[in-house]
């Protein structure tokens, strides 16, 4: 006998390309099901309260900083529209990392680690009324409240899924590499999708293009942790396979077509910005502006993070970029662990030559993220002094970000690392 599986989704503009991706994982298995979308708590609820099936599976994704927001909506839903028939499932890089905490926090299941294969998986033994500890990649609340783990899930090629389903039209940026060789210690990347990369091939992305100039759309974008290592496993950019790339997406466009490359939802090392570089974006991308991560002005703080560069090569980037006509809009990551007063006025200076160079200076706090080598580091003290600096920039428009809210996210962080001490022994449904 086959059980009736709803599915509603908390959708959130924040995590819309990960959901993106569990969906088109559905749709590519069929096994697809009936689909909602709850844009609040509210019409969440009313999803789960209208539905019939006999399960209804919910889907949460969210970052680490939005733990405990959505801690407190997922309570919510539940007083409006809770029974037996109800599963709510949290994904993504935080109940990656914390799935005890996640379970703590109430919801009955944390997927852990790449979630395509786990969701197809899981709506199918929901669908066969088969165990939950049978699914690979999973948390499950154990019946003292511990999170008892499954075996994991397999990392496929990345063609192995499309970035978004087809036929719900829920389009986005395409994915074309997933991991990062470069494992910096504030970063959860590495962590959550391995230490190397993984890139979708041209003809993948080409098809992903089509479908998507099918529907009349003509912008793409590309999610990946660092642009110009697209088709390369080493340090150095392989510019044959970015233009390969680039070439193929732009054949696929229709006239009139625009691709975004090296911009948001992505950015670029420092040291691959080079002169042949920049010739080849300007031959084919529709962006006037490129993102670089800096983070520190200090050579100290950047060996230490891990970052696989110095100072030096982030302003000889803003200078070639700004040459070929980009806009660089720089990050940078004030208060990291050991980092001190000297350090910071490294930083402040490098950001403010970088402004009179055309860069824009895009400000964060360190935040000790779960899953990172950072995740119980202190956070260096940002005084009042370097806070007046990112006022004065902002202020003058050569800098914007959130740093100030991420240093709120910054200490409830640190708290929820102090109740769930890293080594805490896992428990596994078998013995490995």
């Not at 689909?35 to 969210?62: K, N, P, Q, Y």
């Not at 950019?237 to 006239?255: C, Q, R, T, W, Y």
């Not at 009179?356 to 993220?369: N, S, V």
């Not at 991420?406 to 409830?412: L, P």
Request: with cysteine; proline share 7%; hydrophobic share 45%.
């Amino acid at each position: 006998m086959s059980v009736d599986v709803s599915v509603v989704v908390r959708y959130r503009k924040a995590v819309t390309y990960g959901v993106h991706a569990l969906l088109g994982a559905l749709e590519t298995a069929k096994a697809e099901c009936d689909l909602r979308f709850g844009v609040t708590a509210e019409e969440t609820a009313a999803h789960i309260a209208a539905s019939t099936a006999d399960r209804v599976l919910v889907l949460w994704s969210f970052y680490s900083p939005d733990a405990e927001a959505m801690a407190a909506e997922l309570a919510a839903v539940r007083a409006l529209a809770d029974d037996p028939r109800v599963l709510h499932i949290a994904g993504g890089v935080h109940a990656t990392a914390e799935p005890q905490q996640v379970i703590d926090a109430g919801w009955d299941l944390a997927a852990i680690g790449e979630g395509e294969t786990t969701i197809v998986a899981l709506v199918e033994a929901l669908r066969a009324d088969a165990p939950l500890t049978t699914v690979p990649g999973l948390a499950v609340r154990d019946a003292d409240g511990m999170a008892l783990r499954t075996p994991p899930a397999p990392q496929l090629p990345l063609d192995a899924f499309p970035s978004f389903p087809d036929r719900r039209r829920a389009f986005g940026p395409i994915e074309i590499t997933r991991g990062c060789a470069y494992t910096c210690r504030f970063c959860q990347t590495p962590f959550m999708f391995g230490g190397r990369f993984r890139h979708r091939g041209v003809a993948s992305v080409r098809e992903h293009v089509r479908r998507m100039a099918a529907h009349g759309l003509r912008d793409v974008r590309f999610i990946t942790p660092t642009s110009l290592s697209y088709g390369t496993q080493g340090p150095d950019p392989a510019l044959d396979a970015v233009e390969e790339l680039l070439a193929g997406v732009k054949e696929e466009l229709p006239a009139g077509g625009r691709v975004f490359f090296g911009s948001f939802p992505s950015e670029i090392r420092p040291e691959h910005v080079t002169p042949e570089a920049m010739r080849l974006l300007k031959r084919y991308v529709a962006n006037d502006n490129i993102i670089i991560g800096a983070q520190s002005g200090s050579d100290r703080v950047l060996a230490a993070a891990g970052r696989g560069h110095g100072a030096e090569p982030v302003r000889d980037a803003v200078r070639i970029a700004a040459e070929f006509g980009f806009r660089p809009n720089v990050d940078f990551i004030f208060g990291l662990p050991g980092e001190s007063a000297e350090d910071q006025e490294a930083s402040l200076r490098l950001a403010a030559d970088l402004a009179d160079l055309g860069a824009r200076i895009h400000t964060h706090t360190f935040m000790p993220l779960p899953g990172t080598p950072w995740r119980d580091a202190e956070p260096a003290f940002i005084p009042l002094a370097t806070m007046r600096e990112l006022d004065r920039l902002a202020q003058r428009g050569d800098a914007y970000g959130h740093w100030r809210k991420q240093a709120e996210h910054a200490a409830r962080l640190a708290e929820t690392a102090k109740a769930y001490p890293r080594r805490t022994r896992r428990r596994r449904t078998t013995d490995q």
